[in-house]
């Protein structure tokens, strides 16, 4: 036998040794949820931070599955109380009416879309070459178009741009948010949250009264009357319920923070991978990708874990629900006790 099918044979035995020494989480003890879920009988293709796209065409929005169905080879990215707004692979931006379930605008790009939001007839927009963009449907025109640095590599997660009065936050795909007043485009601010080559797009962005929160997929801000505070960790996914911040990390921690970022409690579940997290109501909800549901307090020190099976596509929470493999689960049904 020759040196290179040696060569190849130790490189196999250290692929197939390092597939199988993958680790999963798995609780002792596991509860039902049965009496928290139902089907809606659909299967997710797409998912975008606002929603999901359902193999039928139908789309996952804040208010559960809708009834409209998109057109095909559309997805579902943004919404608000009269729009839809989705998207193709050939750049172009739809917006459809929800009384009338008719597109009024579709507005060409070129660019694939990564995410938008619509406000008052404006909508701001990030595309995947890292430029972002306001479009005003009352005159059908651009009012400020512009390109960021080059990126290589996002996280699918990609968080969208956001109004604050007259102010819009664009949460671009190389770690920074552009402030831009409408009003006056020209003078715009930047705020840098991390500067990693790759995977550094903004995955999460709110505001909570007079604080903005942000965060890359290696670093979370918080934006206030007392100035800017950073923590750094692997996040999967971050929540906000109230004056407290839940980090979800790759690591399988999940970390409670004050608005000035202060860590105020973590709890770990060894080999945890996390598919969704939510909080609301004195509860936070962790969804491992093997599925287990971890519902913890508040301050984490309490928990019960509950068995829903394996997340084998996109799993999606909007409000109290929790959307998954064709189930909906109703989170306020399950507790930690």
Aim: aromatic fraction near 8%.
């Amino acid at each position: 036998m020759n040196s290179v099918s040696l060569t190849l044979l130790a490189l196999a035995a250290l692929l197939f040794s390092g597939c199988s020494s993958k680790k999963y989480f798995e609780p002792e003890h596991t509860f039902s949820a049965s009496n928290a879920s139902s089907s809606y009988g659909g299967n997710m293709v797409d998912l975008s931070r606002n929603g999901g796209t359902l193999e039928s065409g139908q789309y996952i929005g804040k208010a559960g599955v809708s009834s409209i169905k998109l057109a095909e080879g559309y997805r579902f990215l943004n919404e608000n109380n009269r729009y839809i707004l989705t998207a193709n692979a050939e750049g172009i931006l739809n917006v459809i009416d929800k009384k009338t379930k008719e597109s009024v605008r579709a507005i060409s790009l070129h660019i694939p879309v990564v995410s938008a939001s619509i406000k008052n007839g404006l909508i701001g927009y990030v595309l995947n070459n890292n430029t972002f963009g306001i479009y005003r449907m009352s005159d059908n025109s651009k009012i400020v178009e512009s390109r960021s640095e080059r990126t290589f590599a996002i996280d699918t997660r990609a968080a969208s741009p956001m109004f604050i009065e007259n102010l819009l936050v664009m949460p671009m795909l190389d770690g920074k948010l552009i402030i831009i007043n409408v009003a006056d485009t020209q003078n715009a601010k930047i705020v840098y949250i991390s500067s990693e080559k790759v995977f550094n797009n903004v995955i999460y962005l709110s505001r909570e009264g007079n604080t903005m929160i942000a965060a890359t997929p290696k670093r979370v801000i918080t934006l206030g009357n007392e100035g800017q505070n950073e923590y750094q960790a692997n996040i999967s996914e971050v929540a906000v319920s109230g004056n407290r911040i839940y980090l979800f990390t790759k690591e399988g921690k999940v970390v409670v923070l004050s608005h000035a970022l202060e860590e105020l409690g973590t709890s770990k579940y060894k080999f945890a991978h996390y598919a969704a997290g939510t909080a609301f109501g004195g509860k936070v909800y962790a969804l491992d990708q093997q599925g287990s549901l971890i519902v913890m307090n508040a301050d984490l020190s309490k928990n019960k874990i509950y068995d829903l099976g394996e997340v084998s596509e996109p799993a999606f929470i909007t409000g109290k629900k929790l959307y998954k493999d064709g189930d909906v689960i109703d989170l306020s049904k399950l507790g930690y006790e």
